[in-house]
């Protein structure tokens, strides 16, 4: 089973780098991917600002110790959880009300919230698997690149 996993992983990695090199997305002068906007970026900026004013004087703190309902990254610090999320946020291009209700950050109404734990084990298993290939990782920007559904190739 586990060697299925493998197999489908890195089947689905080399699906994806074959639709790279044949992409219609713009490239810079130097051949890579133009960078992504964000235009969610000032949006999460002033949603950040509200917890961190929130979470004063507990920014290094577990951030299992500090929020409610983590579940995923309960050792790093609350100021390094925030900072994922953003990344996060960038990343898929959305805001955090996309996984999030707006000051009830715990609430597990969003689909989207248990979503994101998912593939956060999904990238996290694929990780530990090329890392015994002694290939390189990926991220959520691998597959995301600034969208929320990452993009399919169509025949």
């Given amino acids: 089973m586990k060697a299925t996993r493998i197999f489908l992983c890195i089947a689905l990695l080399g699906l994806w780098l074959a639709d790279c090199s044949t992409s ?3 490239a810079s002068a130097t051949g890579t991917a133009a960078p992504v906007a964000d235009p969610l970026a000032a949006e ?16 290094n703190m577990r951030a299992d110790s500090v929020f409610q309902n983590i579940q995923k990254l309960k050792t790093v ?33 969003k689909p989207e919230k248990a979503t994101t734990r998912q593939m956060y084990d999904l990238v ?3 990780n530990a698997d090329l890392r015994k290939l002694d290939m390189d990782g990926i991220s959520c920007y691998t597959c995301h690149r600034g969208e929320v559904h990452p993009a399919r190739r169509v025949k």
């Fill in 24 to 26: 219609n997305k713009p």
């Fill in 44 to 59: 999460r900026a002033k949603s950040m600002q509200r917890v961190r004013a929130y979470i004063a004087g507990k920014e």
């Fill in 77 to 109: 610090t609350a100021d390094r959880l925030l900072g994922v999320m953003d990344t996060w946020g960038k990343v898929l291009g959305v805001g955090c009300d996309h996984c999030h209700v707006p000051n009830e950050w715990a609430s597990e109404v």
């Fill in 124 to 126: 996290k298993e694929i």
